[in-house]
């Protein structure tokens, strides 16, 4: 059965959509946004390097509460950014630590 069905009627005379069918519409509606990695190939597939960058605070914030000082806070983002910026531009992260504790830190390019 086509998700545009039959629909039903509630109380306040708006038929009720079914799943399908608002995804269906919502596809419709946004296709060249969708499909837009399709044509444009600096348009990545998925949005998951955005949601990586974000996973480590946020697991942080519900492990512990919070971060204890604004001040740690801030370094915590500055050591993520960082670590993130030079794992992108293909340093291994055992060697990038490993000359960060030695005191020769390896600092990302511009």
Do not use: Y
């Not at 086509?2 to 005379?13: C, I, S």
Request: hydrophobic letters at 40%; charged letters at 25%; one cysteine or more.
């Amino acid at each position: 059965m086509h998700p545009e069905g039959e629909l039903a009627v509630w109380k306040g005379g708006r038929a009720k959509q079914p799943v399908a069918c608002k995804l269906l519409r919502r596809l419709r509606k946004h296709a060249d946004a969708i499909l837009l990695f399709i044509r444009d190939l600096a348009v990545p597939f998925t949005n998951n390097v955005a949601e990586r960058a974000v996973r480590m605070p946020k697991v942080k914030q519900k492990i512990s509460g919070c971060l204890r000082t604004v001040e740690g806070a801030d370094n915590s983002c500055v050591i993520r950014s960082r670590l993130d910026t030079l794992r992108k531009q293909g340093h291994g992260m055992l060697e990038v630590l490993q000359r960060a504790f030695a005191g020769d830190a390896i600092q990302p390019t511009a």
